[in-house]
């Protein structure tokens, strides 16, 4: 059959272009823009441009420094940041990126393994785990454990109304009512931790974010000599604590109720038939004690920027006095038309990221072909690491007008409702998107209206300025309140 002479035009045409293609290559692909970076120093790179004990603050600095792209290496790796919306939104691409475990995320698997939080892309135990699990923490699951949850929160109020003018850390009043919520509504065991010393788990798990942070910036010898025991040591406090849950609920099986922590014992897997073993069992209950500390940060941001903003306040208290008023406690449909509340937690939630950032990566292709961004104007290695930087993304003047003022109002209705996806990512991306989302943000919404209706606060320190500092989820420091009962 003789072929077609447009047949052969065409095949004549495409060889011509692979010749050019082959001699030009850099006609083959889009012409990139180099990727800013901070000079360094020989040998070492940007190791001296990110301070361990400040990690995001360094990155904050930087990413005010070299804008909403920015990459740097040290140690031989080479990372990149990505600090605004537009450029956040395509790499929240699931067709073409995915979760990155790496760097601190990898050393937290010395504590959890492959759970929930730590687990590669194509491990199968997250899906597994994740199948089993979820039913307890989407609307309808967190609906039942709201009783559970206004339990405990009632036992804060109490605390913060016993005398006028009482001092506390907010901080760590937050954390122990959210180890209280956490025990209570997912394991079903009541705890008393709102008074007396530290439980030993919540130290330890804020030295272990930390030291997961600190740990890939230091040769391996190091910490192995100097900083593993001490690891170790945190690791063992954390699942000797999960183990006690789960030996509690086999020790009383009177008190089994259908629950998370029952289906992380006894629930098998709809798809594959699979259930968690012994090991699974701990990696899990640890994993929610892990995700869940963002909460207790997020309401505490919210509590600081009330204060820094009285109108707002004022605001705040009359919506809840409006809807609630004299009831003695908040109906789960009472709370859900607490929009100003909501807001003022979205809003909080911009401002101050309490998961300051995630890991992404481009999905692997057999040709390890680079990746381009903003149309072809950057050129991403197959393998890169790219960190988000949800503190600039949250600030982009291209979004958010007078994006640094604590404006809730900018959170209502539609105005929530249109903006672009990239600037919603408090809770991460996609399918690893923070697992308890829906639990976390009630018990936010309602910890927030709880204080609101009983609770007069003020700063102890009128002179207060906001420093922040963490590992995967990050709180103001020092930020210390009077507390008192609140008359209307």
């Not at 990696?283 to 505490?300: P, R």
Request: glycine share 6%.
């Amino acid at each position: 059959m003789r072929p077609c002479p447009h047949s052969l035009t065409s095949t004549s045409n495409h060889l011509r272009a692979e010749v050019v293609f082959s001699l030009h290559p850099l006609l083959a692909k889009p012409m990139s823009t180099k990727i800013p970076r901070p000079p360094g120093i020989p040998i070492l790179g940007n190791v001296f441009d990110v301070n361990p004990n400040e990690t995001w603050n360094s990155l904050i600095k930087l990413a005010k420094e070299y804008g909403p792209i920015f990459k740097i290496k040290a140690l031989g790796r080479q990372i990149v940041f990505i600090g605004n919306v537009e450029l956040l939104e395509e790499i929240c691409d699931q067709q073409r990126f995915r979760k990155c475990v790496t760097g601190p995320i990898v050393e937290m698997r010395q504590c959890a393994n492959d759970c929930l939080f730590t687990a590669y892309d194509d491990e199968k135990s997250w899906g597994i785990a994740h199948r089993i699990m979820t039913p307890f923490v989407t609307e309808s699951g967190t609906n039942a454990y709201f009783d559970d949850m206004a339990t405990t929160i009632s036992g804060l109020t109490r605390k913060w109304t016993t005398t006028v003018k009482q001092p506390v850390l907010i901080t760590d009043d937050l954390d122990r009512l959210l180890m209280a919520s956490c025990m209570q509504c997912f394991f079903n065991q009541r705890v008393e931790v709102l008074h007396g010393p530290d439980p030993a788990i919540i130290p330890a798990l804020e030295r272990i974010t930390l030291e997961a942070i600190k740990r890939p910036t230091r040769p391996n010898l190091l910490n192995r000599l100097l900083y593993q025991r001490g690891f170790e040591n945190d690791i063992k406090t954390m699942r000797d604590f999960a183990s006690g849950i789960i030996q509690r609920r086999k020790d009383t099986p009177e008190e089994s109720r259908q629950d998370l922590l029952d289906a992380i014992l006894n629930g098998t897997d709809p798809e594959t038939g699979e259930k968690l073993n012994d090991t699974r069992a701990v990696d899990e209950v640890v994993t929610m004690f892990i995700g869940a500390a963002t909460s207790s940060n997020l309401v505490s941001y919210a509590l600081y920027y009330l204060l820094e903003n009285p109108d707002k306040r004022t605001k705040a208290y009359a919506e809840v006095d409006s809807i609630i008023g004299s009831d003695q406690t908040i109906r789960l449909e009472r709370l859900k038309e607490l929009k100003y509340c909501e807001a003022i937690i979205l809003e909080s939630l911009r401002l101050s990221a309490v998961a300051p950032g995630f890991n992404i990566e481009p999905i692997p292709t057999e040709n390890k072909s680079p990746v381009f961004l903003a149309g072809g104007k950057y050129e991403i290695p197959h393998d890169q690491t790219m960190i988000t930087i949800l503190h600039s993304v949250n600030r982009d003047p291209a979004v958010f007008e007078d994006p640094e003022t604590f404006n809730p109002e900018r959170m209502l209705g539609e105005k929530w409702d249109n903006l672009p996806s990239g600037a919603k990512k408090g809770f991460g991306n996609g399918k690893r998107q923070c697992y308890g989302k829906m639990w976390a943000w009630r018990w936010s919404v309602l910890t927030l209206a709880s204080i609101l209706k009983d609770v007069s606060f003020e700063f102890q320190d009128p002179g207060y300025k906001l420093a922040s500092n963490g590992a995967f989820s990050v709180k103001p420091l020092n930020f210390y309140g009077l507390v008192s009962p609140r008359t209307k």
